[in-house]
């Protein structure tokens, strides 16, 4: 027994883990392993299946519907996903239900119970965390356990769990700070998740080539999108073609189909039989709050960099309405901005930028700048997200429809706001939003 005193809330806990490590990002896995061998997660399995999900852009829907499709064929599952939108709770999912506050304090009482046992080891937030959540998984004897990388993936820290199935989303720049602006480079640590002898599925025909030389040197199993599956059509109807495997007139489930036809290839290299009908319940139910989810005329999109860009404006573009189309931009500093709006001018008739608060903040005037030198037009400036949409909301005609994006912080202030404004249809829309 631990002779040290912890919090006894959830927010209490968050805040000593926030105050605890002096970096916010501390790349390696040699501290987080140590802890995780001695609270005992490499004595056994951490699920009947393990499967890892990396990328630039993708993983969170990929993880939701490898979650709704695992459901829909009977299994018991475990998804962890980060960041979250707003609440904590989000990161960590058991049979489709956010954890409750009593199983993530005790899987923190169980890491800082091993951290301090012996010579104390320093853990970020992400690190505790993640050995948090996979303490809490352990528990659970499921059967299958979906984890998302959170930075990277060679030294992130849910790379100390072998996964069978390894799923690469894409590959762009994101986190320059840590992965720097070389695509082969970055495709490489993403590919530090792969494993010998397992299967690999690359879930985007654009990935950069140290992908797949890297799957060649470990000699993973390599099962890659328009070469040993498919996906043809777009939206509702579409179809999946793996091997001795084809499932046609599926529902589009709000998200990119390349993705989704990842998640169903996923699942069957982890072993699970698709039926049919059980992929069609599940691909018209996902849910994914803060992905092109539609609340009445707001899109909310978490998007933060120029591939996210450019996916929601042919998105945007394939479904035009007969209003203005506005856009309610908030970003970090070390973030694409130029990038992000290059890729939305097209498809939006003006803005309103927010500023954010804090460190990596973006102010909204450094944005506008931005937006008028790439020649679009902005109506007002927002001291926060709430402000600009408080604004915007005023101002709308019935036929317009406001985009929100660029950082999850935006789309998490927007989210809470109309929720709170308008709870009833909130909570029904948060549930059709992704579709």
């Avoid at 995780?36 to 969170?60: E, H, I, P, S, W």
């Avoid at 993880?63 to 064929?73: D, I, N, S, T």
């Avoid at 450019?310 to 970090?332: D, E, S």
Wanted: hydrophobic letters at 45%.
């Amino acid at each position: 027994m631990s002779d040290h005193t912890f919090p006894d809330t959830l927010p209490a806990w968050l805040a000593r883990l926030e105050a605890a490590h002096p970096i916010g990002i501390d790349l390696g896995l040699e501290r987080v392993a140590e802890v995780a061998r001695r609270m005992g997660l490499f004595d056994a399995a951490l699920a009947d299946r393990v499967v890892t999900v990396a990328g630039t852009n993708g993983k969170g829907s990929t993880v939701a519907m490898l979650e709704a499709l695992g459901r829909a064929h009977g299994r018991s599952t475990a998804a962890y996903t980060s960041p979250h939108l707003l609440r904590y709770n989000e990161r960590l999912r058991l049979d489709g239900r956010e954890a409750d506050d009593a199983t993530l304090i005790a899987g923190f009482e169980a890491v800082e119970v091993a951290r301090l046992a012996g010579e104390p080891v320093s853990l970020t937030y992400f690190e505790v965390s993640t050995l948090g959540a996979l303490w809490a998984i352990s528990r659970g004897r499921v059967d299958l356990a979906i984890l998302e990388v959170g930075l990277g993936g060679r030294l992130d820290a849910v790379n100390i769990i072998d996964p069978d199935v390894a799923v690469i989303t894409t590959v762009a720049q994101d986190h320059a700070a840590f992965l720097g602006t070389d695509l082969q480079g970055i495709g490489r640590e993403k590919a530090g998740i792969l494993r010998a002898g397992r299967p690999a599925v690359l879930g985007s025909t654009a990935l950069p080539d140290s992908v797949r030389q890297v799957a060649a040197e470990l000699g993973a199993r390599v099962h890659a999108l328009g070469e040993g599956f498919f996906r043809e059509g777009e939206g509702a109807g579409w179809t999946f073609r793996g091997q001795k495997l084809t499932l046609a007139d599926l529902p589009d489930p709000g998200l990119p189909l390349d993705n989704a036809a990842s998640a169903l290839q996923a699942l069957a290299l982890a072993g699970v039989a698709l039926d049919a009908d059980a992929c069609r319940r599940a691909l018209a139910s996902v849910q994914l709050p803060g992905r092109m989810q539609w609340l009445g005329q707001w899109c909310l999109d978490v998007g933060h960099n120029p591939h996210a860009a450019g996916y929601l404006a042919r998105r945007l573009a394939a479904c035009p309405c007969k209003g203005r189309t506005i856009g309610l931009l908030g970003m970090l500093v070390d973030k694409d901005a130029d990038g992000v709006i290059s890729a939305l001018v097209p498809v939006v008739d003006a803005w309103v930028p927010a500023s954010l608060a804090g460190e990596r903040a973006r102010t909204a005037d450094d944005l506008a700048g931005r937006l008028v030198i790439h020649g679009a037009e902005v109506w007002h400036r927002g001291g926060s997200p709430v402000g600009a949409a408080e604004w915007l909301a005023a101002r709308l005609a019935p036929e317009d429809r406001v985009l929100v994006c660029g950082s999850f912080f935006t789309v998490a202030e927007v989210l809470e706001w109309w929720l709170a404004s308008d709870q009833t249809a909130g909570e029904d829309s948060v549930i059709e939003g992704a579709r």
